[in-house]
C-alpha cells in the first residue's frame, strides 16, 4: 500500500519534499547544507551524538548583490544548480569547495598573512567576516582558542583605539547626536533582520583604556561574535550600536582621521536625555530583542541601568555580566583554599562599573548563605584611585560606590596596602585598570593565608595589575590566580595553566534566555 501511494505522487508531480524544493527555488528560498547529526567528544572519551536542525535562509538577493552580502554569501561553496537558481552562472569558477575545504584553506591563507602577529591576524579574519560571515565563524569555531584572544581581549582593544585609521567596511548601527532623532527610521531599515540581541556602547569605559570614541564601537562587534560561537545566535540576529555622544579624547578630536562627531561628551541631563530617546526607539522597533549595554563609564553606567532595568529587557555586562563570572571564579577558587565564601573577607580594588558589579553579586551570594546584609558588607572592602572607600575620607561619593563605603573605624586615605595589612584578607580582586597596582608587598601581605585568591582581571593584558608569573614568584607558588585578560602558562615548581575570568564566559548564557 505504501509503495502504491509513492508511486501514485510520483506520477502527480513528485513527493511533498520535491514539490516544496521546486517552490523553494522558485521564490529564491535556499537550504544552507548543514550535517544532521555529527559526534561529539565528551570526557573520558565517550561520544554524545548532537542532532543539528537544517536551516532554511530565504534568499531575495541574487547575482552581484548576493555575492556582496556577507550573510549570505558562500563564496565558492554555491552549487550547479544554486549558481542558476541566484543569477550567479558565470560571476564564479565552475570548481565547488566544502564548507571544511574552505575552512582549511582560509586558515592556512590567514597563517601566511599573520604570521604570529595578532595585529596582522585580526585584519585578515575582519576582511574574511566582511566578505563571508558563515565562513568567518566556522574558521573561527575551529580555532578557537587560538583566535579568541584576537577577536576579543586583547586585541579588541588595540582595534579600537585604531579603528578611524583602518575601517574597512563598517558594522552595524551609528547613532549620533546628529541623528538621534531618526532613530526609528535608522533601526526599522534592520527590523528585516529579526534582531535578537544588540549589544551598544557610548565607547567611554572601553576596556581599561577608557575613551575610544567612535573606535569603541569595535568592543560590540567582537561581543557579538561571541553570542554567535559561545550562545548560537544567528549572525543576522545580532547588532552592534555605538552611540557617538562625542569624546573627551583631545587625540581624537585633533586627528584628522578620526570619523565621529567633533565635539566633547555629552554631559548629564543632555546625555541622558539622548540615551532615553534611543531606548525608547529601540524598544519600539525591536520589542522583542534584548538591549545589552557595554563599556559605559562608571557613574553613567549604573544610571543608564537604573533608569531603564524595569521597563527594558536590557543587562549591563561589565556590572552584572562580570559580578556573575567573578562570583562563580571566588567559589572554584575556594575549594582549593578549603574556606567558603561566608569566612572569607574580600577587598576589590577599583570601584567603577566591573568592580561595583562584583562586590553586588558578592553581596548577595553572602546573603544567600545566610549572612544579614550587615553581616555581609562588613566582609567587602572597596578601594579606589583614593584608597579604601569609606564615610570619613573626606569626599562626594556617587552612589554606587556610597552603596559600599565602610562606616567607621577609618580615618583619611587608606592605601589599599594599609588595608590588607590591617584586615588580612584571603581574596583580593582587580578592576583598577592599571598596571602595576598589586606589588610585591601586597602580595606578600596576602600571603597571611596558606591559599589567597588573587585576581588581577583589568583588560587589556597589559594593564592587569600583576601578571601571573610574578604574584607566583612573590607568594612562593602558593597564590590562587585567575585573570581577566589570556595568559600563557606559567612554571613555578610545575606548570600552572592560568585560569581566565572574563565576563565572555558569561554573557552569551544570560542574553539566551532573555531573548525566549
Given amino acids: 500500500m505504501a509503495t502504491q501511494k509513492r508511486r501514485a505522487t510520483k506520477k502527480a508531480g513528485g513527493s511533498r519534499k520535491d514539490k516544496q524544493s521546486r517552490k523553494s527555488r522558485k521564490s529564491g528560498m535556499g537550504v544552507k547544507a548543514v550535517k544532521v547529526q555529527k559526534d561529539v567528544k565528551a570526557q573520558k572519551g565517550v561520544k554524545i551524538k548532537v542532532k543539528v536542525k537544517k536551516v532554511r535562509v530565504k534568499v531575495k538577493k ?18 550547479e544548480r544554486e549558481k542558476q537558481d541566484l543569477g550567479l552562472e558565470g560571476l564564479l569558477p565552475p570548481g565547488v569547495r566544502t564548507i571544511e575545504q574552505q575552512t582549511e584553506i582560509a586558515y592556512q591563507n590567514i597563517k601566511r598573512t599573520g604570521a604570529s602577529d595578532p ?111 559561545a550562545g548560537g545566535f544567528a549572525p543576522t540576529t545580532c547588532l552592534p550600536i555605538c552611540l557617538d555622544v562625542g569624546t573627551n579624547s583631545e587625540e581624537h578630536l585633533k586627528d584628522p582621521e578620526y570619523l565621529g562627531v567633533k565635539h566633547h561628551r ?29 563599556d559605559f563609564s562608571g557613574t553613567k553606567a549604573f544610571e543608564v541601568l537604573k533608569r531603564h532595568r524595569h521597563n527594558t529587557r536590557c543587562l549591563n555586562d561589565d556590572i552584572q555580566g562580570t559580578g556573575a563570572v567573578v562570583y562563580a571564579a571566588v567559589l572554584g577558587g575556594l575549594d582549593f583554599s578549603k574556606k567558603t565564601v561566608a569566612e572569607s573577607v574580600i577587598v576589590i580594588h577599583g570601584a567603577g ?5 562584583i562586590a553586588r553579586q558578592l553581596l548577595h551570594g553572602l546573603c544567600a548563605r545566610g549572612l544579614s546584609r550587615k553581616d555581609a558588607l562588613a566582609k567587602i572592602y572597596v578601594t579606589d584611585s583614593k584608597g579604601l572607600v569609606h564615610e570619613d575620607r573626606g569626599d562626594a561619593l556617587p552612589e554606587h560606590k556610597a552603596e559600599f563605603a565602610r562606616v567607621g573605624g ?11 595589612k590591617k584586615v588580612k584578607p584571603n581574596i583580593l580582586i582587580g578592576t583598577s ?34 601578571t601571573p608569573a610574578q604574584i607566583f614568584e612573590w607568594s612562593k607558588g602558593t597564590a590562587i590566580v585567575a585573570t581577566g585578560s589570556p595568559f600563557d602558562p606559567v612554571k613555578y615548581g610545575r606548570m600552572h595553566t592560568i585560569a581566565q575570568a572574563n565576563n565572555f564566559l558569561t554573557f552569551p548564557g544570560l542574553g539566551r534566555p532573555t531573548t525566549s
Fill in 410 to 420: 577609618f580615618s583619611g586615605s587608606v592605601s589599599l596596602l594599609d588595608l590588607i
Fill in 62 to 79: 541574487t547575482g552581484k548583490a548576493l555575492l556582496n552580502d556577507p550573510f549570505l554569501n558562500k563564496g565558492v561553496a554555491f552549487t
Fill in 353 to 357: 562599573a566591573g568592580g561595583i558589579g
Fill in 266 to 294: 555629552l554631559q548629564k541631563g543632555i546625555y541622558l536625555s539622548f540615551m532615553d530617546k534611543f531606548v525608547e526607539s529601540f524598544k519600539r522597533v525591536m520589542p522583542d530583542a534584548v538591549l545589552q549595554f557595554e
Fill in 119 to 229: 595585529d596582522l591576524v585580526y585584519s585578515a579574519l575582519r576582511h574574511l567576516k566582511n566578505r563571508n560571515e558563515t565562513l568567518f565563524f566556522r574558521t573561527v569555531s575551529d580555532n578557537l582558542k587560538e583566535f579568541l584572544p584576537v577577536i576579543y581581549t586583547p586585541e579588541v582593544g588595540v582595534a579600537c583605539q585604531t579603528w578611524s585609521h583602518r575601517m574597512a567596511r563598517p558594522t552595524g548601527v551609528f547613532i549620533t547626536t546628529e541623528n538621534i532623532d531618526r532613530v526609528d527610521d535608522i533601526l526599522s531599515r534592520l527590523a528585516s533582520r529579526e534582531i535578537q540581541i544588540a549589544v551598544v556602547t557610548d565607547n567611554e569605559g572601553i576596556l581599561g583604556i577608557g575613551d575610544q570614541g567612535i573606535g569603541g564601537s569595535q568592543i560590540c562587534v567582537g561581543k557579538l561574535a561571541l553570542y554567535t560561537l
Fill in 433 to 466: 585598570g592599571k598596571a602595576g597596582e598589586f606589588t610585591k608587598a601586597i602580595v606578600k601581605a596576602m600571603c597571611v593565608h596558606k591559599r589567597p585568591l588573587i585576581m588581577p582581571l583589568s583588560n587589556p593584558t597589559r594593564n592587569a595589575e600583576a
